[in-house]
């Protein structure tokens, strides 16, 4: 009577056993770009980091100075880590909250859905610096759009990208509306909402407010949470404003951690320096994404799950 049952059970667990070398051996690719692609370049930066290397000399050991004189001598860095951290939190919760709101504004049977998708999504697609250089022009303090629609109703003009108060803000507007892409993915999302949800909590007397709140948000926090993670390290990663329009000013103010990198390592010719950097600049987005993993554990609804 065992007998069967005891060959049955050993032609499923060689099944399994094979179809998981298959597995392995579809993933090798993967494996291999990761390493060649990812980690190799990482730890050749931060071999690169304890060297003083101009790139056409060769290189000279100085162990860590680079980062000595990165902590205690170089303002630029301070004023680059907090020009960095405030752009990702001004265009991150932006970002989150305009995809989510246009999301589901699409999600509804309006006419011509299809269009309006589209034009919302474009703007994602279009290459970075020319959506910044277009929107320099509507921030031009004498003849930009938005200043002349403010002298309209009264208001002085607005230095946009001169006034290092507003420079930051200012480019963080253009990173929200270029994220076309969350829409896409929020979108997603609302559509697998159960519909099974809204219709019991219509028959309890729930309204709009009470069902986005305690049926959609909740059905909806994986997907909050990957589109919080990618947008995190987007605008960690913000360099083409600076490249194309503020050149890391007025004063410091726009002085992202990207684009400080690359004036040491390609305009000032100091590799190990802006390696020094870089590898400072991964160590601060692996916190930031740690701890949003980390944090993620107690709002995340799975359906289905505990």
Not at 285 to 301: E, M, P
Request: positive net charge; hydrophobic residues 50%; glycine residues 6%.
């Amino acid at each position: 009577m065992n007998r069967p049952l005891k060959k049955s059970k050993r032609r499923r667990s060689h099944i399994s056993a094979k179809e998981e070398r298959t597995a392995y051996l579809y993933l090798i690719p993967a494996f291999i770009g990761l390493i060649f692609i990812t980690y190799l370049p990482l730890l050749g930066v931060f071999g690169i980091s304890f060297f003083e290397w101009k790139g056409i000399t060769s290189p000279k050991f100085n162990g860590i100075d680079n980062y000595v004189r990165l902590f205690t001598k170089d303002f630029f860095f301070v004023d680059s880590i907090k020009a960095t951290v405030y752009f990702a939190l001004i265009a991150v919760l932006g970002s989150m909250i305009y995809s989510l709101i246009i999301a589901m504004l699409l999600n509804r049977k309006i006419p011509a859905r299809g269009f309006f998708r589209a034009i919302f999504y474009v703007p994602y697609v279009l290459p970075a610096t020319a959506v910044y250089i277009g929107w320099s022009w509507l921030y031009e303090t004498n003849f930009g759009l938005f200043n002349y629609l403010l002298a309209r109703i009264g208001i002085n003009k607005v230095q946009f990208l001169a006034s290092s108060r507003l420079v930051v803000p200012s480019l963080a507007a253009i990173s929200v509306w270029l994220s076309g892409n969350l829409i896409v993915i929020f979108l997603a999302g609302l559509q697998n909402v159960p519909r099974i949800y809204h219709e019991a909590a219509e028959i309890d007397g729930a309204n709009a407010w009470q069902r986005f709140r305690n049926i959609t948000i909740p059905c909806m926090t994986p997907i909050i949470f990957y589109n919080l993670l990618m947008s995190l390290v987007t605008n960690m990663q913000i360099v083409v404003p600076a490249l194309s329009l503020t050149n890391g000013g007025p004063g410091n103010s726009s002085m992202f951690m990207t684009y400080l990198m690359y004036r040491y390592a390609f305009l000032n010719n100091q590799i190990g320096y802006a390696c020094a950097i870089s590898f400072i600049f991964f160590l601060i987005i692996a916190i930031f994404t740690a701890i949003l993993f980390i944090t993620s554990k107690s709002w995340i609804f799975y359906e289905g799950g505990d």
